[in-house]
């Protein structure tokens, strides 16, 4: 079966510190999509990043940037010159293809604060 | 403004009553979704819609219930069976259900004592 695990369960940095969320996946799946979302105290989850499992090149984004390397089975997140603002819990997904419908099975969650 | 709107934010009911939550979208997305958060947890897939009328069971659908009448509406109703009701529920809607991206309701939080 699917599983994503984010092993950091929270990190705690201090405002403009470089950081990185790591996410480990297994799939049997050939075909599959990654995805970075943002739960802020709201509760809501903010979309962040989908990412195919046949395009490997890293992307940037302003600070945010993506590393997902198919031999290791990660999909890294790093948040460069955090702010205070970026404190939230971040959630790493995987798709899993579940009756004819895609599921989303998502990691435990790493909670990020910046410190000022 | 295009969105997910869930209702309402908090809620409240004793033991053994059933409650109804409302998700609503205008995004005209086919398909929706149920998930329920638990404290330090990740998110866990309650039930799924991909068409009107049609509706699956997820991960942990026991004591739910849905229904789809309306491309717009996804109710979700927590039963009186459902033992441990008390969590954070969260709505979400796709494009469709290949492999969109889900976009997400501000949450349900939903105490049962």
């Known amino acids: 079966a699917q599983k994503v695990t984010q092993a950091q369960t929270e990190i705690s940095v201090v405002e403009k510190e470089d950081v990185t969320l790591d996410c480990v996946y297994e799939t049997r799946d050939t075909t599959y999509y990654l995805f970075w979302y943002k739960q802020p105290p709201s509760g809501e989850l903010v979309f962040l990043i989908r990412?195919?499992?046949?395009?490997?090149q890293n992307e940037i984004s302003g600070r945010y940037s993506w590393n997902f390397q198919k031999s290791t089975s990660s999909f890294n997140f790093t948040i460069t010159a955090s702010q205070v603002v970026d404190s939230a819990v971040y959630f790493c997904?995987?798709?899993?293809?579940?009756?004819?419908?895609?599921?989303?099975?998502f990691g435990q969650g790493t909670r990020l604060t910046i410190n000022p | 403004d295009g969105g997910i709107t869930q209702s309402p934010k908090y809620l409240f009911r004793k033991e053994g009553q059933n409650v109804t939550l409302s998700c609503e979208q205008n995004l005209n997305h086919d398909a929706m979704y149920w998930y329920r958060q638990d404290p330090g947890q990740g998110l866990r897939l309650i039930y799924y819609?991909?068409?009107?009328?049609?509706?699956q069971k997820g991960d942990i659908a026991e004591g739910y219930s849905v229904s789809r009448e309306k491309k717009e509406s996804f109710p979700l109703t927590v039963t009186s069976a459902q033992k441990n009701p008390t969590a954070f529920y969260l709505c979400?809607?796709?494009?469709?259900?290949?492999?969109?991206?889900?976009?997400f309701g501000p949450g349900t939080r939903l105490t049962v004592t």
């Open positions: 819609s991909q068409i009107v009328n049609d509706f």
């Open positions: 990412r195919n499992s046949f395009d490997e």
């Open positions: 997904a995987l798709s899993e293809y579940y009756q004819g419908a895609q599921k989303l099975v």
């Open positions: 979400a809607s796709s494009m469709g259900v290949s492999t969109y991206e889900q976009y």
